[in-house]
């Protein structure tokens, strides 16, 4: 998951991989990886800050929501 993430380079790095440049954009490591380096090293290509944001969002949302439902179905049977 860490080597998939986009931690050790940034996501436009894999340009010369288009279908894995697309594929680990389901890892929220990448967001959050992107995110860091966004704020540290503006310089340097990454995401974009609103593509990174609305990521960290929707997995934050989904990873919440599937937790709660995995929580609620086995404490209340």
């Not at 599937?66 to 609620?72: E, I, S, T």
Request: glycine residues 10%.
């Amino acid at each position: 998951m860490i080597f998939f993430g986009c931690t050790y380079y940034p996501w436009s790095a894999l340009e010369k991989f288009p279908i894995l440049q697309k594929a680990v954009l389901v890892n929220p490591l990448v967001y959050a990886s992107e995110g860091l380096r966004g704020t540290m090293v503006p310089q340097f290509s990454h995401l974009p800050l609103p593509a990174v944001l609305g990521g960290l969002v929707f997995f934050n949302v989904a990873l919440l929501a599937l937790g709660l439902n995995k929580f609620h179905g086995k404490s209340v049977t």
